[in-house]
């Protein structure tokens, strides 16, 4: 409640018109606009009131609190984009009240918006002295507990690699006492609960689809034995992804030979155990890409294909969908990429959006746009100096840097590039 001294002042100053001068005190000022929205019901005037302190006072805590107070109006009076202008204009100035936005709204696009509009989105790519060969479909993942990208294995016009490489800051060419054999198409991801990475299957220089699994523990890789496997597969792409709230690494559909998969496994690496989940819903059988999206807290999956070589493929598809631990649920975004397969994709945390890459939308029409997903629509951005259209190619986010890695791919031919997407102010 208004104390009576401050209730009048509040109603002599408004009764005095729009030309009357503004109280001196910031705060009468903001308790007066703020009666004439919540007593007198006056939402324009009210609106205008506040502004005259955002004028006034810019860059001081009171105008913070005039922008919420001009934003709660704009959605009382219906106005929700300009009730968003108004919390962007907080969120890039205001701090303080940049909390109570969250807290209020829980508004994850506005919070996207207030990145995109102040910093830059970059593709770079790094002149790096010694890099792995040129190759695609290799297994490429964030290692969490050495702060390292690492890159395993892959494939170049019939070559299989079974080398081992980790990026920080470059390439280095790591030597373990064992490893998986050579192969193209693992799956390979962070499992939170061990702190290792987890890898498995592929297709062997024999073209024999396989179904072991490897941990990696940063200094070399173990085979693990478990009693009960996924059935054997490839996946060319992020297959696999560890989803911290079961604690498990989650493996969804691939190709064996010429046949997509459509079943969900997970991994416990504390028990190195495998075991198939019996889902109400799943998406149709297919190799897709797949990244674990922070602020929803679920996996986020986005088309892919049916099973046949890239090449010979005629549908692809693009519908989204979620894996909270318990079901996969369909979405159906306003906004959305082209159907597409072998794009890469992974969370970049400065963003709040998983980040989508690439891939191929028919024969012969790879891409190399980027498109942010949000937890309800995509939107598609253009950041400077993108990378060349490919498929196929190994992307993760290193949280310590603050950026994606994106090595090699399919073009024309097998690239061997590396290229960094940044955030910057």
């Known amino acids: 409640m208004l104390r009576p001294a401050i209730l009048s002042g509040i109603i002599l100053t408004m009764a005095s018109g729009a030309s009357a001068p503004l109280a001196e005190s910031p705060e009468k000022m903001l308790q007066g606009a703020i009666y004439r929205a919540k007593v007198m019901g006056d939402l324009p005037g009210a609106i ?22 001009i934003g709660q109006a704009e959605e009382q009076l219906g106005h929700p ?38 910093r830059r989105l970059t593709w770079f790519s ?30 170049t016009q019939g070559k299989y690699f079974g080398d081992t490489w980790t990026w920080h800051n470059g390439w280095h060419e790591l030597s373990p006492p064992n490893a998986p054999t050579a192969r193209d198409g693992p799956g ?7 702190g290792n990475l987890v890898l498995f299957g592929g297709v062997n220089e024999a073209r024999e689809s396989l179904n072991d699994t490897w941990t990696w523990d940063g200094k070399t890789w173990t085979q693990q034995f478990p009693a009960v496997s996924p059935p054997p597969r490839r996946f060319d792409g992020t297959g696999m992804v560890y989803l911290p709230t079961i604690r498990r690494v989650v493996l969804f559909g691939g190709v064996q030979g010429r046949r997509g998969l459509g079943d969900t496994w997970v991994w416990d690496g504390l028990s190195k155990t495998w075991a198939q989940k019996s889902l109400a819903s799943s998406p149709s059988p297919r190799r897709t890409m797949m990244a674990y999206d922070a602020t929803s807290k679920v996996i986020v999956l986005f088309g892919g294909d049916a099973g046949l070589p890239f090449m010979e493929t005629t549908t692809y598809l693009g519908d989204t969908w979620t894996f909270d631990g318990t079901n996969w649920t369909q979405h159906n975004p306003t906004s ?43 939107r598609e951005v253009t950041p400077t100096d993108l990378p060349p259209s490919r498929v196929r190619a190994g992307m993760d986010y290193n949280a310590s840097t603050d950026e994606l890695v994106l090595f090699g791919g399919h073009g024309t031919t097998t690239l061997g590039g590396t290229w960094l997407f940044r955030v910057s102010r």
Request: aromatic letters at 8%; glycine letters at 10%.
């Open 126 to 155: 790094p002149r790096t002295p010694v890099a792995p060969p040129a190759r695609c479909c290799m297994g490429m993942s964030h290692d969490a507990s050495n702060h390292t990208i690492v890159l395993f294995g892959g494939f």
């Open 188 to 194: 390979l991801t962070y499992d939170g609960a061990t």
């Open 336 to 378: 959305a990429p082209s159907a597409r397969g072998g794009a890469a994709m992974a969370y970049v945390a400065s963003l709040h959006s998983v980040v989508l890459f690439g891939g191929i939308t028919g024969r012969g029409r790879r891409t190399n746009d980027t498109w942010l997903w949000n937890g309800a629509n995509w």
């Open 48 to 69: 205008q009131q506040f502004e005259a302190i955002v004028t006034k006072y810019s860059g001081k805590p009171v105008a913070g609190r005039a922008l919420l107070e």
């Open 81 to 118: 984009d300009r009730a968003n202008q108004a919390y962007v204009r907080i969120l890039k100035g205001y701090p303080e009240q940049a909390k109570l936005v969250a807290r209020l709204h829980q508004n994850r696009e506005l919070t996207i918006d207030a990145a995109l509009n102040s």
